[in-house]
């Protein structure tokens, strides 16, 4: 594969990891106010829902804006927004772990993190 097809690649590669880790966390952090999706506060690990000074419902909704922010920031940066949600996906997983009730989320959760670090280090490399 030649230089300027290995760029076509790389570019429409991180193309689309931008469009889905741009999208997704903003869909996810919306559906924490509307609950159209699933009911978002059941994945809540209940020993950290006891130790919240408010609603499950409240952290969701808390968590929800986080995830907005982290999509737009995506859309504007790949590089810093694909670290961001790699280290978001992956402090669910690991808050769904010692529940041991959601753990094909948690590892579904693990390996979007590991895309989205796969996109921000692929950003790097091609100009945005």
């Known amino acids: ?3 300027a097809s290995t760029t076509t690649t790389l570019r429409s590669t ?3 990891l931008k469009i889905t880790f741009g999208i997704v966390p903003m869909v996810a952090g919306l559906d924490k106010f509307t609950n159209i999706l699933t009911q978002w506060d059941k994945y809540l690990n209940p020993a950290l829902a006891g130790m919240l000074p408010f609603s ?3 952290f969701m909704m808390i968590v929800g804006v986080i995830e907005i922010v982290a999509g737009i920031i995506v859309f504007r940066n790949a590089r810093a927004g694909g670290f961001i949600v790699a ?6 997983a690991l808050t769904l772990l010692p ?3 959601y753990l094909d ?3 579904r959760d693990l390996v979007m993190a590991i895309a989205a670090f796969s996109m921000a280090r692929l950003s790097t490399v091609v100009k945005e």
Request: hydrophobic fraction near 60%.
């Open 14 to 16: 991180v193309g689309l």
């Open 56 to 58: 499950a419902s409240t």
């Open 87 to 92: 280290a978001w996906l992956t402090a669910i």
């Open 105 to 107: 989320v948690a590892v």
């Open 99 to 101: 529940g041991l009730q």
């Open 1 to 3: 594969m030649d230089n």
